[in-house]
């Protein structure tokens, strides 16, 4: 499972502070700072729902600063 975030306004600050959120957490992270995008995959993440139990767990899912968006298909991140 791949999830996106879609920052919807352009903040370094908030953009570093998810990256490290989500690394913390064992995310592998891209971020694409032009379009405030960040593209995240977890290796122990199969599907939607257990990708919302992290985010609940990280209090990230309901964050209004952004937008997440779950794709079944392959994003790619390195």
Do not use: C, Y
């Not at 600050?13 to 995008?37: E, I, Q, Y």
């Amino acid at each position: 499972m791949d999830v996106q975030f879609k920052l919807l306004q352009e903040s370094d600050s908030f953009r570093d502070a998810l990256v490290k959120v989500l690394r913390r957490d064992g995310w592998k992270v891209r971020v694409a700072k032009p379009t405030a995008t960040i593209a995240a995959k977890h290796p122990f993440v199969r599907d939607e729902t257990m990708a919302r139990e992290r985010l609940v767990g990280l209090n990230l899912l309901t964050a209004p600063a952004m937008r997440i968006e779950f794709q079944k298909r392959a994003v790619a991140v390195s």
